[in-house]
């Protein structure tokens, strides 16, 4: 859970209560086992949704088999990329998540399905899902594929999708993933065939008191000139939905002070490089100001290896001459239990 | 003055009496994952586990035996378990304290092989 202060430029700062995490877990027997998170954000939920929202993040049955092979089935994240299945604040700096982990990969994302995971080797691991796929009546410019997630809310199937994830731990102190998603996502317009594809690459490394990890992330959605070209018809405004969008990251955290919580700190810069308008369909210009990158820098002191308060600096932005980037300072305390 | 602490780290070595030759099996617990997660012993070793976290504090339990201890948070120092099992086969261990949504992934393996033909 964790709350913010966040001041963007040329605006008013902001206190918000963003996520508020009730983790629930129950052991059927040795083999059979149940997790559950349900999640608040912004603290207050009315009616359509004006306020925040109650998302029911992870509701799931683990039947654990054989360390190569167990099956999973309910409401799952989605394994992509570094953040999604371990997203709370104390396991990443910055006061928010990543630009690319958010209009790229868009965490949180979680959707009913079924699959297997597994550990094979010295260190390989997987996971392998079927689940629901994105709605790409919801896709847009900005952001990409993240309004389209269903969520498990009586969730379209007429296709479904595809999604899986590697990593191989075997090297102390480092890991090392990759993983896609590929599903038909036009159920809502039916003659086209938005297939939405995900891959991904990442990596994670530590070593006495250095941090460094990196993402690259690729999406591209087929048939995207006619899905605009479909929606300009229903909704009266093309969304400008690219053919590709594009993600990566990298980051370096130092830990100054390293003797332990309370004597705990971390510095770090992320530079990060975002479009969600990186290939357009013939006939669609980019909306360049979605051409973005970022420099986040600031630090985490862990007052204990659970909580974390953070403060950064984000400067952001974008290739448009019209519209400027709007840089930020935030300040946040996290933690999980 | 050298030979006071020579004398001193004799008296140390009396206290502490025979050499140990237990092996000692490091694992790092990070939610969600033991890093080694496949060990391997010989039925009848002893084995010490000495078991350190990188995050919040875990559990280190070997299902069907009564190895089950606590392994304190980043910081707090680690959690060691003396083990010798004597039946061979395949074991599981897993984080037996809940700690975090990923908490089922967080298992390994403990192969227990046959002791050699005139081994001790």
Same mark, same amino acid.
């Given at each position: 859970m964790d709350f913010h202060f966040n001041k963007v430029e040329h605006q008013d700062g902001i206190l918000d209560f963003h996520r508020f995490v009730l983790l629930f877990n129950h052991s059927f027997s040795p083999r059979i086992r149940f997790v559950g998170e349900l999640e608040l954000e912004h603290a207050f939920v009315e009616g359509l949704e004006e306020a925040g929202e109650i998302e029911l993040e992870q509701a799931y049955l683990d039947f654990l088999m054989t360390r190569a092979l167990n099956v999973r089935a309910g409401m799952m994240l989605v394994p992509v990329g570094i953040i999604n299945e371990r997203h709370e604040p104390p396991v990443f700096n910055g006061v928010e998540r990543p630009f690319v982990d958010t209009v790229i990969i868009p965490t949180t994302w979680f959707e009913v399905g079924a699959g297997v995971h597994g550990e094979v080797g010295r260190g390989f691991r997987y996971r392998a899902f079927v689940m629901a796929p994105l709605n790409a009546l919801e896709f847009n410019a900005e952001e990409g594929i993240r309004g389209g997630r269903q969520k498990g809310a009586e969730a379209n199937v007429r296709n479904v999708a595809l999604t899986g994830r590697g990593e191989y731990l075997g090297v102390p102190g480092l890991t090392v993933g990759a993983s896609f998603w590929t599903g038909d996502s036009s159920f809502a317009v039916p003659r086209l065939d938005t297939t939405v594809r995900v891959g991904e690459v990442d990596a994670r490394y530590q070593r006495d008191r250095l941090e460094l990890r990196t993402q690259f992330a690729y999406v591209t959605v087929k048939d995207a000139g006619r899905l605009n070209d479909a929606l300009l018809g229903l909704?009266?405004?093309? !969304? @400008? #939905?690219?053919e590709a969008m594009r993600g990566f990251y990298a980051e370096a955290g130092y830990? #100054?002070? @390293?003797?332990?919580? !309370?004597r705990d700190l971390v510095a770090f810069a992320r530079y990060e490089n975002f479009d969600t308008q990186y290939r357009m369909p013939a006939g669609f210009l980019p909306l360049k100001e979605f051409d973005r990158d970022a420099l986040v820098v600031g630090t985490t002191y862990y007052p204990d290896p659970d909580v974390a308060l953070k403060i950064d600096y984000v400067w952001l932005r974008n290739q448009s001459s019209v519209i400027t980037g709007a840089n930020s300072f935030n300040i946040g305390l996290g933690w999980w239990f | 003055m050298r030979a006071i602490p020579v004398f001193v780290m004799m008296l140390g070595a009396l206290a502490a009496g025979p050499q140990d030759d237990v092996r000692v099996i490091k694992i790092n617990a990070e939610r969600f994952a033991f890093t080694p997660s496949k060990v391997e012993v010989t039925a009848g070793e002893e084995v010490e586990f000495k078991l350190r976290s990188d995050d919040t504090s875990h559990g280190f339990r070997i299902v069907g035996t009564n190895t089950s201890v606590a392994i304190p948070k980043r910081g707090k120092g680690e959690a060691s378990a003396r083990v010798r099992l004597d039946t061979p086969g395949t074991y599981t261990f897993e984080c037996n304290r809940m700690c975090g949504a990923g908490h089922n992934f967080m298992r390994g393996e403990l192969i227990v092989r046959e002791r050699a033909a005139g081994g001790r």
């Open positions: 909704t009266g405004v093309s !969304p @400008n #939905i690219a830990r #100054i002070w @390293n003797q332990g919580s !309370p | -």
